[in-house]
């Protein structure tokens, strides 16, 4: 037996407040020590960061100047990649004291 189709509208929901999620930034900080050379720094952040030699140099003054420089920001994800890659460089071959890569921290850029 068939009988009349029923009619089914399907039940919206509207959210009156939409929300935003907003993911906070972060940045890499190359950190300041006496066992490397101008010259590394600039090699490895160009090659890591593809910047040009000059912007390396900039980085590399103000890392021996102020002690840190921020050379990276993005993602929590990229920023430890960075990191790592900084920290995995190794040891500069122009300093024999060089016992391994430079230093870096990840933090919240704000």
Known sequence: M????AETTPEITTLEDEQTLVIPPWQV????????????VIQMLCKILGVNSQVAGQM???VD???RVVVFKGSRERCELV???IHNWGADPRISRCKGSMSAAIEESG
């Open 83 to 85: 990191q790592q890659q």
């Open 60 to 62: 590399a003054v103000e």
């Open 29 to 40: 900080v190359l950190l300041d020590d006496n066992d490397h050379t101008y010259e590394y």
């Open 65 to 67: 100047t102020t002690g």
């Open 2 to 5: 068939s009988g009349p189709i």
